[in-house]
């Protein structure tokens, strides 16, 4: 893969083969897949996107791009933007496309897209994902990216997701995302890196989780099959631990992107 006829086809691809070469004594960033593509975090909330995403932002030098975390900076700056998205996002429903579709692709146009980038919380439902295609398929996000996307897809149980979720704090300074129960901080409240005070998401509430996850099994899960009949998902189980989900999603990352 990483032709233009690739990207065009995409959409037929064969089913991804998963390389069983272990990557674990990579360095930071990889050089050997220095066309990486686009990756698509698949998988209910608190399945481990967004942490696993930071590490292969890491990994491989290419952005992180959390649909929800622009979300939450336009929240927090109080943009228009923020204004209407807060509405949606505190009652745990999708915010609405249109609102979506300019801020998503006002990032994507940016030049460090170009080797690839990480897609987290985006597409969230099938009119998302078609719109993500047709835009690759016209070549929008830069001339260099021109491997097919690879879809991620993060299982986890469900009593795992509440903990995970009720369980979560995030460092507003770097975006550190540690866990309560399994990946608290040296010092409790803090942030390791830069000693921020940690804090929670308004919508890691019981309520607003109930409601997060009916919208994802209702709008989200058919991107599996959607992904699945175009050959590009792998699945992951989540349920592992952090190393082991991070081991399955590098393996699976190499072996779509662009080797040189
Ligand atoms: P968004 O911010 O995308 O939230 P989400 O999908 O609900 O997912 P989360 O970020 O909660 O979970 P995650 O999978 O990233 O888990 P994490 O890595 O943090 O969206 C929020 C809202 O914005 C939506 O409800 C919607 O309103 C709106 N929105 C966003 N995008 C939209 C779109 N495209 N269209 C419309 N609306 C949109 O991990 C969770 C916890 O688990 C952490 O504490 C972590 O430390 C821990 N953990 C992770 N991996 C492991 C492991 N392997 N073992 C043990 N613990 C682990
Ligand atoms: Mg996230």
Not at 116 to 139: M, T, V
Request: net charge neutral.
């Amino acid at each position: 893969m990483g032709t233009d006829s690739a990207l065009r086809d995409w959409i037929n691809n064969e089913p991804m083969e998963v390389r069983t070469a272990s990557r674990a004594s990579k360095p930071a960033v990889d050089q050997e897949v220095c066309n990486v593509g686009p990756v698509i975090m698949l998988g209910a909330p608190g399945a481990g996107k967004g942490t696993q995403a930071k590490l292969i932002s890491a990994r491989y030098g290419i952005p992180q791009i959390s649909t929800g975390d622009l979300l939450r900076d336009n929240v927090m700056r109080g943009t228009a933007l923020g204004q209407e998205a807060r509405k949606f996002m505190d009652r745990g429903e999708l915010v609405p496309d249109n609102l979506i579709y300019g801020m998503l692709s006002d990032r994507l146009k940016l030049a460090d897209c170009n080797k690839g980038f990480i897609l987290e919380g985006f597409p969230r439902n099938l009119a998302q994902a078609e719109l993500l295609y047709h835009s690759l398929h016209n070549g929008f996000f830069g001339a260099d990216c021109k491997v097919p996307p690879i879809v991620i897809s993060i299982a986890v149980d469900y009593n795992s997701l509440l903990q995970r979720l009720t369980g979560r704090r995030s460092c507003p300074s770097c975006g550190r995302i540690y866990n309560i129960y399994t990946q608290p901080p040296k010092t409790a409240g803090l942030c390791d890196l830069d000693g921020a005070n940690l804090m929670m998401r308004r919508d890691d509430t019981e309520g607003v989780i109930s409601d997060r996850l009916r919208a994802y099994e209702s709008m989200t899960v058919p991107l599996k099959a959607y992904y699945g009949e175009r050959g590009r998902l792998v699945n992951v189980d989540g349920n592992q631990p952090l190393e082991q989900v991070t081991a399955a999603t590098m393996q699976a990352i190499g072996k779509n992107g662009n080797s040189v």
